[in-house]
């Protein structure tokens, strides 16, 4: 008896022991990845062969931290998993719950904070038999202050049996995870790109009855970005549904389906969403009407970018108009305004203030109608989804070889090579017979050509953010901007006391005019250069032949003979020689390619950096670990040039870069780049220059200033 006893309880204990070590090795326990606690389970203990079942990935944060949605919005990652090779059964995709936004500075991001629950389904091969083993990293991106990427290993074993057996454990957990999932719209969405905002027009009994409670916040989320992500979302009710207003992410708008998530959320917390597809069309009937108002806009104040407010719109228009004033210190302005300067300096001290404020007036108004144009083409650029900054005008190599030939002929003109009388360029008699009035105003119009694109280091930033507002904004900053310009000369020639304080005309004139034509000349030198980066060296040569050709026509001009008939053919000539080189040449460049980028437009590799930019690149060298440090640059950008020849080529700052494991990527946006676009815009930046230290340990990049210093970069790439 007592021997059947001991061996009874022998066999009991090691029946238990073994559904214990199966128990164990079905359910791998939670791996602590240091910010997260990271498990995979299944909603079964056995399968059978053939059996579809769900398993998910839970993620257990620590407090504060947090991670990211399927779009992540303006910065992150996705979860992921990577599986183990070998896997037989049949792994579907994520089903991922409606997530929160996650306002960040002037960015907007979308996850979750405590807790992330991602199942998906699982087919059991029709074979399997003994046991189904699945194995793999969670990798995925955590932050607070910081980001650091971590994975854990994740792994479920599932007993092949006859007769599957539900996880009773694990149960809740799906339960609410399900609860978090979207639903299927129940209507019909449509997405109207007609106008700006776009319109999101969602005609559904559900969404609009989600609409009747006392409404926290209704945000869209994207599952692309198409749209920009911090703007708030206006609400429009109809009797029938809701439409939403929102913002187009420039030179990401597309024509086709706009897919994502609308999530509606009370006061109390509780939440509903919607997995939906709009199509392209028009607001449907009944949907808009009545403005809704939420108790708050979801992510309002983190880059609420819909609305600037007074005091917003204010403070951008004191920093264009002092960006405006600045730009006539810019050597590429100087000369020009001198052009202007000497036809004022005759009338010093005379009593033709009339005639002087008429100048100055004519002169801002140029200025003016010029930054206005920039803003009516960026505007449109948007509007047509491509993405343009300061600056766009020297992206084409015709603009760029037609005006290193104007300031040739400009430096011609002011050494007294020739005489077209002391308005701009004179271009015949009869603007000096208007008093000058038409040169005053295409002399502003060309100083604010020259010089928009050296406006940048001053409010780049501020600028940037005029991708997300209405055109009216856009004109306004753009006019203040071209006020600021005007401001110094305009007030000398309205103050009739400022203009007596000038000199009075004497020789001096004529070798400041002379003085002057060599700054042209370098600009024109500096244009070229611009050029060769462009449309390469042919390019160059193209120019110097039509630079000689503007100078024969102007020697023929000059020998023509006294007779009508040989001054006639010697005009005529000397107009066909004009249109070669200053039109035909310089349209004969569209096209070109040169050391910016090559045939398909993509960046190339420049002297002095490690490599060219791309995401893809700075994400390869931080997993190496190494730190990133890019330079978004042009050929055309002074500042950009002289914080490359100051701070960044300097053997100190090489030094720093060598000794803390850092990279040096350039992203050249010489000529038109939509990739670089996109990438200021995302920055908040209309232009360049821009710098960006990506740490080593990954994370948001550390945007430092447009002005450099050694000391700024070296303690920046140290600090991390």
């Known amino acids: 008896m007592l021997t059947r006893f001991v061996s009874g309880l022998t066999f009991l204990l090691l029946m238990a022991?073994?559904?214990?070590?199966?128990?164990?090795?079905?359910?791998?326990?939670?791996?602590?990845?240091?910010?997260?606690?990271?498990?995979?389970?299944?909603n079964h203990e056995t399968v059978t062969p053939g059996q579809t079942i769900r398993l998910a990935l839970h993620l257990d944060l620590a407090d504060h931290w947090h991670v990211y949605w399927k779009n992540a919005g303006d910065s992150g990652l996705p979860s992921e998993i990577i599986w183990d090779d070998g896997i037989q059964a049949e792994i579907g995709d994520?089903?991922?719950?409606?997530?929160?936004p996650q306002p960040l500075d002037s960015l907007m991001n979308y996850g979750y904070e405590e807790e992330l629950i991602l199942p998906f389904d699982v087919t059991i091969p029709e074979d399997a038999s003994g046991e189904v083993a699945l194995t793999g990293t969670a990798s995925f991106l955590i932050c607070e202050d910081i980001c650091i990427p971590e994975d854990a290993p994740v792994a479920v074993f599932l007993p092949v049996t006859n007769t599957p057996t539900p996880n009773a454990d694990t149960a809740a957990l799906f339960e609410r995870v399900d609860s978090q999932i979207p639903v299927d719209f129940d209507g019909e969405a449509r997405i109207d790109r007609s106008g700006d905002p776009w319109k999101l027009s969602l005609q559904s009994p559900s969404v609009r009855a989600a609409f009747d409670a006392e409404v926290e916040?209704?945000?869209?989320?994207?599952?692309?970005?198409?749209?920009?992500?911090?703007?708030?979302?206006p609400a429009s009710l109809g009797e029938d549904g809701v439409t939403l207003s929102l913002q187009e992410s420039p030179g990401m708008g597309g024509e086709d389906e706009l897919a994502g998530v609308l999530v509606v959320q009370d006061v109390e917390g509780n939440r509903i969403a919607?997995?939906?597809?709009?199509?392209?069309?028009?607001?449907m009937a009944g949907t808009s009407g009545t403005a809704f108002s939420t108790s708050k806009a979801a992510g309002a104040g983190a880059g609420d970018s819909a609305g600037l407010g007074v005091a917003g719109l204010l403070g951008l228009l004191g920093l264009a108009f002092i960006g405006g004033a600045i730009l006539n210190l810019m050597p590429c302005v100087l000369p020009v305004l001198f052009i202007k300067a000497r036809?004022?300096?005759?009338?010093?001290?005379?009593?033709?203030?009339?005639?002087?404020?008429?100048?100055?007036?004519?002169?801002?108004?140029?200025?003016?109608?010029?930054?206005?144009?920039?803003?009516?083409?960026?505007?449109?650029?948007?509007?047509?989804?491509?993405?343009?900054?300061?600056?766009?005008?020297?992206?084409?190599?015709?603009?760029?070889?037609?005006?290193?030939?104007?300031?040739?002929?400009l430096g011609l003109n002011m050494m007294g090579w020739f005489e077209f009388g002391s308005s701009f360029m004179g271009v015949g008699s009869g603007l000096a017979e208007k008093s000058g009035h038409q040169g005053a105003f295409f002399t502003g119009l060309l100083a604010a050509f020259v010089g928009a694109p050296c406006v940048g280091p001053f409010i780049g930033a501020a600028t940037g953010v005029l991708v997300t507002q209405p055109v009216w904004v856009i004109l306004i900053v753009f006019a203040t901007m071209g006020l600021g310009m005007a401001a110094p000369f305009l007030l000398v020639?309205?103050?009739?006391?400022?203009?007596?304080a000038l000199p009075k005309p004497g020789p001096w004139m004529e070798r400041t005019k002379q003085f002057f034509a060599f700054p042209l000349f370098l600009t024109a030198v500096w244009l070229v250069w611009v050029l060769a980066n462009q449309a390469g060296s042919a390019a160059v040569a193209m120019v110097g032949i039509a630079a000689t050709l503007i100078a024969f026509a102007i020697w023929i001009l000059k020998s023509a003979p006294q007779g009508k008939v040989g001054r006639s053919i010697a005009i005529g000539s000397a107009a066909l020689l004009i249109l070669l080189g200053g039109v035909v040449v310089p349209l004969a460049l569209r096209g070109s390619t040169g050391s910016g980028v090559d045939a398909s437009g993509e960046v190339t590799a420049s002297s002095g950096y490690d490599d060219v930019w791309s995401p893809e690149r700075v994400a390869a060298l931080q997993e190496e670990g190494k730190g990133v440090f890019v330079d978004f640059t042009a050929s055309w950008c002074v500042t950009c040039q002289v914080n490359k020849r100051t701070t960044l080529h300097t053997s100190s700052v090489q030094n720093a870069f060598d000794e803390q494991n850092v990279s040096l990527l350039i992203a050249d946006w010489t000529s038109k780049n939509k990739i670089i676009a996109d990438e200021l815009a995302k920055y908040g930046r209309a232009g360049v220059p821009l710098y960006l230290y990506f740490p080593k340990e990954g994370g948001e990049p550390v945007i430092l200033p447009q002005i450099l210093s050694a000391s700024l970069v070296i303690d920046t790439i140290t600090a991390s």
Request: with cysteine; aromatic share 12%; glycine share 8%.
């Open 17 to 42: 022991t073994g559904l214990q070590q199966g128990m164990s090795r079905a359910e791998a326990q939670p791996v602590d990845s240091g910010h997260a606690l990271v498990e995979m389970v299944a």
């Open 94 to 100: 994520f089903v991922w719950p409606a997530p929160y």
């Open 217 to 233: 916040y209704a945000r869209f989320f994207p599952e692309d970005h198409q749209i920009l992500h911090p703007p708030v979302q």
């Open 274 to 283: 919607f997995d939906l597809v709009a199509e392209p069309g028009d607001v």
């Open 343 to 409: 036809s004022l300096l005759p009338l010093a001290g005379s009593d033709q203030m009339g005639e002087i404020r008429a100048h100055g007036i004519f002169y801002a108004v140029g200025v003016v109608v010029c930054f206005l144009a920039f803003g009516v083409i960026l505007a449109a650029l948007r509007a047509a989804g491509e993405t343009a900054g300061l600056g766009f005008q020297l992206q084409y190599p015709p603009v760029v070889a037609a005006l290193a030939l104007l300031m040739f002929a």
């Open 493 to 500: 020639s309205l103050f009739p006391r400022l203009v007596s």
